[in-house]
T-cell receptor, first 114, second 109 residues
Framework: EAGVTQSPTHLIKTRGQQATLRCSPI?????VYWYQQALGLGLQFLLW???????NRGNFPPRFSGRQFPNYSSELNVNALELEDSALYLC?????????????FGPGTRLTVL | GEDVEQSLFLSVREGDSSVINCTYT??????LYWYKQEPGAGLQLLTY?????DMKQDQRLTVLLNKKDKHLSLRIADTQTGDSAIYFC?????????FGSGTKLNVKP
């Protein structure tokens, strides 16, 4: 079974540009979560999509947005990039194991803003 | 549910046991998780425990949960150099996941 995939692996942008990151969940998973992991820090929750709808978002400005497509893949868009947006962006899809909602992570997209 | 705390570093010798600790604040969290992150990689789920359990054992891993103190620990028996990584605890509160900042485990040969 294929795991969560993310593309691109690395992305280099300049300040003010827009970045688009993509995520494909594990087959059968309908929920996708996005996290930001800045260097040396833990995971900061960005967005949660389920069944095509945004269910929750973390404490990030509106220039962080996204969507989930009918095939449950997802896109994260970051507009007006700032230097501090440089981070590893992780996507996770979730499924129920027994009663636990469990997340499975992709390898991440490393975004560098120059 | 947003304050999940872990110590930043732990150093052990190969063959010893490692104990990584975590405290959380939301008593209504239903599940608690341990993830492992190796350099340049995403997070790998190691194990999870339901909040009404005290302990869960899975091969070399033992998870202990003290719900009264909101304290979670992960014990790795016979720690190997391949266990060197960052370990994250996380809590799930009605599909809102909160992660600690991670404990970097260094295993010395």
């Amino acid at each position: 079974e294929a795991g969560v995939t993310q593309s691109p692996t690395h992305l280099i942008k300049t300040r003010g540009q827009q970045a688009t990151l993509r995520c494909s969940p594990i087959s059968g998973h309908t929920s996708v979560y996005w996290y930001q992991q800045a260097l040396g820090l833990g995971l900061q929750f960005l967005l949660w999509y389920d069944e095509g709808e945004e269910r929750n978002r973390g404490n990030f400005p509106p220039r962080f947005s996204g969507r989930q497509f009918p095939n449950y893949s997802s896109e994260l868009n970051v507009n007006a990039l700032e230097l501090e947006d440089s981070a590893l962006y992780l996507c996770a899809s979730s499924a129920r194991q027994g009663r636990a909602e469990t997340q499975y992570f992709g390898p991440g997209t490393r975004l560098t803003v120059l | 549910g947003e304050d999940v705390e872990q110590s930043l570093f732990l150093s052990v010798r190969e063959g010893d046991s490692s104990v990584i600790n975590c405290t959380y604040t939301d008593s209504s969290s239903t599940y608690l998780y341990w993830y492992k992150q190796e350099p340049g990689a995403g997070l790998q789920l190691l194990t999870y425990i339901f909040s009404n359990m005290d302990m869960k054992q899975d091969q070399r891993l033992t998870v202990l949960l003290n719900k009264k103190d909101k304290h979670l620990s992960l014990r790795i028996a016979d720690t190997q150099t391949g266990d060197s990584a960052i370990y994250f605890c996380a809590e799930n509160n009605f599909n809102k996941f909160y992660f600690g900042s991670g404990t970097k485990l260094n295993v010395k040969p």
